[in-house]
């Protein structure tokens, strides 16, 4: 069979119909993530395999990326057994059809596990046909599966047709005109085909398909397009070594398949003991360094009352805010008020700051980036990443009620966060004085919908403009609630890297044991959370982008996840408000996340990358001595 695929390929003529043209060859959008479309979800972005943008973007190798063979594809072991289950039940579908060929691909799904795309079967060796979502039935199909015998829900194509009025305004119509806070427009995802696709079913397709997964500035002009008459939504082909890629099955006379075998399933390996102790520091100067003000706890609290606009934001002009409106999409949004207040802040206590501005939908949007340099006698090229976001959620009461788009105070969804960042600018310029990473603190904006991880793409995108990899990321997001305030759960959630696991490792096994007895709290548990764990949260946080893209990083939040307290009070509502707030745990959690990065920021100094500071004296005396001895 795979004899035959081949000779179809060397056949494929325009208007051949035994011709096989990959879905992948109608990606038009080659390096997503360095295209100026930025928000987060105007499409679903492509599942890298194999080098990701951090690999080649920053030129590193892992042991998943080889360059060399560029015909290798690894995927994530977890979707070996959701493809058999999942083909299983597609083949028994169409069991009294001849098929010979499915078409698919892995991606993400939507609650943070790897699933397929299954997009079309060869029928008859003839033609194409889409999979029909409607008729298939998946077993033990659900969002985030708790045991082995469940499988995350698989994505078929869904035909929107233009002439349409619901199809079109599901495909075309603005986010804010959208019944749902959590909805966006299909564009991005459509593949796009002439009217008679729809009829060949059953028999020889004989018409274009167009490209596919085109960016949103594209949205006007296929709109006014005669010939894309249809959209197939369908999440994009995934990226091999950065290229679009589709997979092909063959299915054999008995309904059975074999994977092709170039694919090497893996799974993360946990990092070993050693790789442990080489990332370690040194010493125990990080913790020695790491003083708590007597005020932490009553800053923490009065930031809590200011920052969700029960009290005002007072200026160094004397003027003062309330803030209320701290979506990005708000035109009248006060976040460029809010990080002139935080610049204000940082500026006593000498620390750099950058605003980092960009445009979305023709809002002036800025992320701030916090600079605190390391001053020890080893210093590293990759710095210590520590991240919330600024913005707030729509409550979805008032939307309900009222049909009114209103931005939550927003007290755990984040203020909590950026609290906690505020406060260790001063503690952490302390521990600097000794550590070999600097230390950026990034307040970002629009993670929430509809701008959906906007400004961390922004950030990430700029990364890779510059060239500048980072060690890890830290990202705090909800960080000072409790359902039952005697729940002592912290959650450490890992990236999908072994070296997110083994950070996240030394966060509950290193950091936490030592300073434990200097915290406002002192009982709480700290759990790890891997990515493929279902109770983990990192999936519905920025920092699935990381993920994404290959970066490391960890997180810091409170007791929740999908499957458990998801449906409280007080997540995107009226009443994220400072009397939801449990302020011993939200300040135990900062501390605890600011005591992990001091710790990484000391991780590591004799790495590749890092260089003792002396001996850069050194050379440069040498050098200048040898200049003058030259000169003369
Ligand atoms: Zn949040």
Known sequence: MFRKVIIFFLLCQENNVLCIIP????????????????????????????????????????????????????????????GENQLQSILKHYKSMNITLIELWPTLGAFGFYTWVYARIFHDETHWIWLNSSSIEFSSTVDSPLNESEYPAPYLPQLL??????????????????????MKNVFGDCLWTSANYTNSLNRPQLTKI???????????????????NICVVLPQ???????????????????SFQWPSNISWYTIPSPSSNDILKTKPVSDVWYNDLQWPKTFADEWKSNMY???????????????????????????????????????????????????IFYWRNITQANLIVYIPARGSYRCDEPVVFIDHIDTAFEEDTFDDTGKRRSTPGADDNVSGLIALLQSAAILNKTQENA?????????????YPAASLGISHFLQQLFIKKQPIYTAVIVDMIGHRVNRSDPIVQVNAGDTTKSLLVAELAVNYVYP????????????????????????????????????????????????????????????????????????????????????????????????????????????LSLFLSILYAM
């Not at 950065?242 to 054999?252: D, E, W």
């Not at 929740?560 to 997540?571: A, K, L, P, S, V």
């Not at 001091?598 to 590749?608: D, K, P």
Request: charged share 20%; with cysteine.
């Open 23 to 82: 879905l992948c060859s109608y990606v038009t959008n080659g390096v997503h993530y360095l295209q100026p479309f930025i928000s987060g979800d105007d499409q679903h972005i492509p599942l890298y395999t194999g080098c990701k943008p951090v690999n080649s973007e920053f030129n590193i190798t892992d042991t998943n990326c080889d360059l060399a063979v560029s015909n290798k594809i690894y995927l994530p072991d977890s979707l070996k057994s959701a």
């Open 514 to 621: 030592r300073i434990k007895n200097h915290l406002i709290l002192q009982n709480l548990r700290p759990v790890l959370r891997r990515w493929s764990d279902p109770f983990a949260y990192l999936y519905n946080t920025d920092g699935v982008r990381f993920v994404e893209y290959g970066f490391n990083c960890l997180l810091f939040n409170e007791h929740i996840n999908y499957h458990e307290n998801f449906e409280r009070e007080g997540y995107h509502d009226t009443f994220d408000t400072v009397n939801l707030i449990d302020f011993e745990y939200g300040q135990t959690v900062s501390q605890y996340a600011i005591a992990t990065v001091a710790m990484l920021s000391h991780a590591e100094c004799r790495s590749e990358s890092c260089w003792k500071e002396a001996n850069l004296v050194l050379i440069a005396g």
């Open 306 to 356: 200011r920052l969700t606009g029960m009290q005002p934001l007072q200026y160094e002009n004397k003027t003062e805010i309330y803030l209320t409106r701290k979506s990005s999409i708000q035109t009248d949004n006060q976040l460029m008020n809010l990080i002139d207040y935080l610049i204000e802040q940082y500026n006593k206590l000498n620390i750099q700051t950058e605003k980092q």
């Open 436 to 448: 070999c990473r600097d230390i950026w603190l990034v307040h970002v904006t629009g993670e929430e």
């Open 161 to 182: 047709i233009k002439s349409n009025a619901n199809d079109h305004f599901e495909i075309f119509t603005d986010i804010l005109s959208l019944p749902s806070l959590y």
């Open 210 to 228: 167009y490209s596919g997964w085109l960016p949103l500035e594209k949205m006007n002009e296929i709109d006014q397009d005669l010939n894309h």
């Open 237 to 255: 082909p995934f990226r091999v070594n950065g290229k679009p890629y589709s997979l092909f099955i063959n299915i054999k006379q008995n309904n």
